[in-house]
């Protein structure tokens, strides 16, 4: 009931219990209570009162939308009921975008969507950017507010607005770093030291050299994936770290890399221990699946005396960069090591330099020199 009685020293009083619940958002409670009434009559009249109250403010609460919790969970699921479509379709899609979600903007989840302010937009960038993270990161925590907020909107769960919290807010441009590889020289030192030391990240490094495959990719490639015929590999997916699953690769198709003889003595030394078709191809290593692969590779370099600021994926740099030094064209070297960014792919054109070596020699204005003391003729030397 929601009047009951009590006693007070030996005095009947009443109190009033009130609560409703959301219309449209099932979440939202309200209650109300008021203590010490001298009467039922009077805790009627109460009762009814308080009951308009809730119901009043219910409707106020709903007519300006869900929470940010509520909208980020209807999202959610909607995307793995397959309404939103094949792009969001993958249960580890959905996962990146919530759980950045309610970590980046925690303070945003029991607010009322359509309160957010670009105020509160532009002070989780900043944060985010206080933190350290990549550009790259913010960035996905701007494109994931975006993407959930209109979808909010446009299923009129947020109301009253038409616009994101982070809509048109700018993320700082990277400054782009000159990339750091190794020479060859420096290559065929570590590869040849790696083999003979039988150091156990050997034929990692020898892979992601040879190949160009991303760290993912070379951890998903499986002995059914090496066609020994064609003599090729086939790259169509990719192992996802965080959620310990394989995926598509990160461009989204399949491809194919060609076997070099060298991959090809490697892949020989690496069947005779996995010969089921299923097994991984390489060792997979706590380091690697622990993302400390790129602290590996640093140390054995310094062992070498090689100093560097490299990163496992500088490997997929080398891979590029020396391919196009020796000729070969960049819509090759795209299509085996799976780049579709032109723009991103340029870093590598400028690192080889095969756009620009030579291009200057044709600026030759300088006529032979005179020696005028001596009358002899010095010609300008390339």
């Not at 380091?287 to 310094?302: I, P």
């Not at 991103?344 to 620009?356: C, D, K």
Request: charged share 25%; hydrophobic share 40%.
């Amino acid at each position: 009931m929601a009047i009951t009685s009590y006693k007070i020293n030996g005095e009947t009083y009443f109190k009033v219990y009130v609560q409703a619940r959301g219309q449209t958002d099932v979440s939202l409670r309200l209650q109300r209570r008021r203590l010490k009434i001298n009467s039922m009559a009077e805790a009627r009249k109460i009762e009814k009162k308080l009951y308009k109250t809730v119901y009043e403010e219910i409707a106020k609460i709903e007519g300006r939308g869900l929470k940010w919790v509520d909208i980020i969970d209807r999202w959610a699921t909607s995307a793995k009921l397959g309404y939103l479509g094949d792009r969001y379709s993958q249960d580890h899609q959905i996962s990146e975008h919530t759980n950045r979600l309610k970590r980046y903007t925690k303070e945003w989840l029991n607010v009322q969507a359509c309160d957010l302010t670009r105020g509160d937009g532009r002070r989780v960038l900043n944060f985010a950017e206080e933190q350290g993270l990549a550009q790259a990161t913010i960035r996905s925590i701007k494109s994931s507010i975006n993407m959930v907020y209109k979808w909010g909107i446009e299923e009129k769960l947020i109301v009253g607005t038409h616009t994101t919290p982070v809509e048109r807010l700018s993320v700082k441009k990277k400054v782009e770093k000159v990339v750091k590889i190794l020479s060859m020289d420096e290559i065929k030192t570590f590869l040849n030291e790696a083999r003979n030391l039988k150091h156990p990240w050997y034929h990692i490094w020898s892979f992601a050299f040879y190949t160009g495959m991303r760290s993912g990719e070379l951890m998903a490639l499986q002995w059914k994936d090496i066609d020994f015929e064609k003599v090729i590999i086939n790259v169509s997916k990719s192992y996802k770290r965080s959620h310990n699953l394989l995926k598509y690769t990160k461009s989204g198709y399949w491809r194919m890399v060609p076997i070099s003889p060298e991959l090809m003595s490697i892949l020989n030394e690496l069947r005779k221990d996995s010969p089921n078709e299923d097994d991984f191809v390489l060792p997979r290593h706590y380091a690697w699946t622990n993302g400390e692969a790129g602290k590996v590779l640093r140390g054995f370099l310094e062992s070498l005396g090689i100093v560097r600021p490299v990163n496992f994926h500088s490997l997929r740099a080398c891979f590029a960069t020396h391919m196009l030094a020796s000729g070969v064209n960049q819509a090759t070297v795209m299509k085996i090591g799976g780049w579709q960014d032109l723009k991103t792919f340029q870093i590598y054109v400028r690192l080889a330099g095969v756009e620009v070596k030579g291009a200057t020699d044709a600026l030759q204005v300088l006529s032979p020199f005179q020696d005028k003391t001596t009358n002899n003729v010095l010609t300008m030397v390339r």
